[in-house]
C-alpha cells in the first residue's frame, strides 16, 4: 500500500546574478554600436511558429526556453526551483494545488493568472490543434493516452481555476515527480491574445521570459531582447540575444575565431581534435546528457514490432562499432551508450537486463540477420537519413553505413536533408520512409523523460510510432512510484523493453561542449548540454 506524504516546493531565490554575418563580438563597447551588450549564438531555423507545446526540437526550443516562465525552471546542475509557482502542494500526489506568485506579467503588460497556463494546457491538449507536445498532458484527467482530451469535452476535466491565483491539476495516477515536469516549454503560459491568431502568435510570441523576441528574420536570425519586466531566477547578465541560424557547423566555427559568432553550442568535427587548444576561441567541455540514436520506424519493411524486426533491430545494433565511432569521428568526445538515457540522470542504473544488445559482435550480428532472413528475405537498400546541417552527422552516419554493409552484407546508404528543419517536417509528417538519426536533450533530469516522450504510445516525440502496453504499463508504475526504488525498478524493466523491442539504436551520449569568441564571459554548460545564455556577457 503506498505511503502518503505532503509534498510542498518552496519558492527558490533568483540564481546570479549559411554562412552569415552577424554583430561584431568582442568590440570596444562591449556589444553592438548602440551600446547594448548582445550575444550573437549559434542555432538552426525552428522547425515551427513558437508556440510552447508545438515545439520539440532545439532550433525552437532555444528561443522558448529564453522567452518563456514556466511553474518551475532548473538550475545549472537541474535542480527543480520554483518560477511563475509559488508553490506546488499535494497530500496524495494525485490532486496537486498550484499558487502563482502574484505580479507576473506577459510583455503586453497582461498578468499572468491561473487561466493562463489552464487556457495554455487546454490549448495543447486539444486534438484540433495538432500539437507536439500533447503527450506531455496524458497524466492529467479527461486526457487519453496520447495526452490529447476525451471525446466529449472541450478541457481536460483534470484542471480546476480556483482563484486568479491557483488551480488544481487532478491526475490520474499518483505521480511524485509531477512538479519536477513542469519546467519543460509544454507546460509554459499563454497570454489571452495568443487564442486570437496562433499562427501569428507563434510568428512573435507575447511572453513572460527572461527574453522578449523583437523580430524573427527565417533562416537568417532571430533578434531576443532582455525583458526589463522579468525578476524570476534566470536574470539576464547581457542586453540581449541574436540567435543565428546556420546550416554549415564549420562556419559557424570560423565566425567564432574571427569573433563574429560569440558561443557555439556544439563543436564540428573537423575541429574535434584540435578545439581545445585552438588559441583564437574558449573551449568548453563537461560530461554531457544528450543523447544520439537510429530511429527505425515500425513502419520501415522486414522492420515491423515481430519477431522478423527484432532480429534484424539487433543485427543492426550489434553491428555497430561504437567504440570505434566515437573514438575516430569524435576523439572520444562521445561515449557509447549503454542504456537508453544516460549516467548523469539520478535514477540511471547500469544493470538493464538485456543491454548486450548494444555491444558490437560482427559474428552475432551476421548470424541475427541470417534468423531473420529465414522468416523473410531482404531486398533493396537500408537507408539512413539524416541533417547534413548538423554537425558530425554526414561523418558519422557515412561510419555507420559502412559498418553495416561491411558486417551485414546488405546494400546501405546514407540519405542526407539540407536541413534540420526540412528533415524534422518529413518525420513530423510521417512522409520518411527510411531509417533515421535522432537524439534526445532531456526535458527534466530524470531516466523517464528520456523514456515516456520518445516510446510511450501516442507520445508526441515518439517518431517511430512505437507502441508496447507492457512498456506503457512499467511508465505508469515509474510515475506513481512513491519510493526511490520502486521507480528504479519499474524503469529498469521498461528499458529491459527496449533492449528487446528496440525502437530506436541507442548510439552514445555527447559530452557537453561549447566554444566561445576571445572576450567572452559567463559559459556555464547546463545539464541539457546547453550554455545558459542568461550568463554570458562580452
Known amino acids: 500500500m503506498q505511503s502518503k506524504r505532503m509534498f510542498k516546493y518552496v519558492s527558490a531565490l533568483s540564481v546570479g546574478a549559411l554562412a552569415l554575418t552577424a554583430c561584431g563580438g568582442g568590440g570596444d563597447n562591449g556589444g553592438d554600436a548602440d551600446g547594448e551588450m548582445i550575444i550573437n549564438a549559434h542555432n538552426v531555423e525552428p522547425q515551427n511558429p513558437l508556440v510552447p507545446t508545438n515545439t520539440n526540437e532545439v532550433g525552437g526550443g532555444h528561443i522558448v526556453d529564453a522567452i518563456f516562465a514556466g511553474l518551475v525552471s532548473y538550475d545549472t546542475d537541474g535542480e527543480t526551483q520554483m518560477e511563475v509557482a509559488e508553490s506546488i502542494e499535494s497530500d496524495d500526489n494525485v490532486t496537486w494545488t498550484v499558487k502563482l ?3 507576473w506579467t506577459f510583455s503586453d503588460d497582461t498578468d499572468v493568472t491561473a487561466d493562463s497556463f489552464v487556457d495554455a494546457w487546454n490549448y495543447g491538449a486539444d486534438p484540433d490543434n495538432a500539437q507536439l507536445s500533447a503527450y506531455f498532458f496524458n497524466a492529467i484527467e479527461g486526457a487519453d493516452e496520447e495526452g490529447n482530451i476525451e471525446d466529449g469535452s472541450d478541457t481536460l476535466s483534470g484542471l480546476e481555476v480556483v482563484d486568479d491565483l491557483t488551480f488544481t491539476v487532478t491526475l490520474k495516477e499518483p505521480a511524485a515527480d509531477f512538479p519536477d515536469r513542469l519546467g519543460y516549454a509544454a507546460f509554459a503560459p499563454l497570454p489571452e491574445v495568443a487564442f486570437e491568431d496562433m499562427d501569428a502568435f507563434g510568428e512573435k510570441p507575447v511572453s513572460n521570459g527572461p527574453y522578449v523576441l523583437e523580430d524573427w528574420d527565417h533562416d537568417v536570425e532571430a533578434n531576443l531582447k532582455a525583458n526589463p519586466d522579468y525578476d524570476g531566477n534566470r536574470k539576464p547578465e547581457n542586453d540581449g540575444i541574436t540567435f543565428t541560424f546556420y546550416t554549415d557547423p564549420d562556419a559557424a566555427y570560423t565566425d567564432v575565431q574571427s569573433g563574429v559568432l560569440d558561443v557555439m553550442d556544439q563543436v564540428p568535427p573537423s575541429a574535434i ?37 527484432q532480429l534484424r533491430r539487433a543485427a543492426v545494433s550489434k553491428a555497430i562499432d561504437r567504440e570505434s565511432i566515437t573514438s575516430t569521428i569524435f576523439d572520444d568526445t562521445r561515449t557509447p551508450a549503454t542504456d537508453f538515457s544516460t549516467p548523469l540522470m539520478p535514477d540511471y542504473s547500469e544493470d538493464i537486463p538485456g543491454s548486450e544488445v548494444l555491444e558490437f559482435d ?177
Do not use: C
Open 101 to 103: 506568485e502574484d505580479g
Open 273 to 309: 581534435e584540435t578545439f581545445q587548444d585552438d588559441e583564437n576561441l574558449q573551449a568548453f567541455t563537461d560530461d554531457g546528457s544528450v543523447t544520439g540514436d537510429i530511429t527505425i520506424p515500425d513502419s520501415l519493411d522486414h522492420f515491423a514490432e515481430d519477431e522478423e524486426g
Open 362 to 538: 560482427a559474428d552475432e550480428a551476421q548470424d541475427l540477420w541470417s534468423q531473420a532472413e529465414e522468416i523473410a528475405p531482404f531486398e533493396g537498400t537500408l537507408e539512413i537519413s539524416y541533417n547534413a546541417d548538423g554537425a558530425g552527422n554526414k561523418e558519422w552516419v557515412e561510419a555507420v553505413t559502412n559498418q553495416l554493409r561491411e558486417n551485414l552484407d546488405i546494400d546501405v546508404e546514407p540519405n542526407p536533408y539540407s536541413s534540420f528543419a526540412e528533415f524534422r517536417e518529413v518525420i513530423t509528417n510521417r512522409e520518411i520512409d527510411t531509417a533515421f538519426r535522432s537524439g534526445w536533450q532531456p526535458d527534466y533530469p530524470s531516466v523517464y523523460n528520456y523514456l515516456a516522450p520518445l516510446y510511450g504510445t501516442g507520445a508526441g516525440a515518439n517518431d517511430g510510432d512505437y507502441s508496447n502496453e507492457e512498456f506503457d504499463d512499467a511508465l505508469v508504475r515509474a510515475s506513481s512510484a512513491d519510493e526511490d526504488d520502486a521507480r528504479a525498478d519499474a524503469l529498469k524493466e521498461a528499458q529491459a523493453i527496449l533492449m528487446e523491442d528496440l525502437p530506436a539504436i541507442p548510439l552514445w551520449t555527447e559530452d557537453a561542449m561549447a566554444i566561445a569568441a576571445e572576450g567572452v564571459d559567463g559559459i556555464e554548460l547546463n545539464w541539457q548540454n546547453q550554455p545558459e545564455y542568461h550568463l554570458v556577457t562580452k
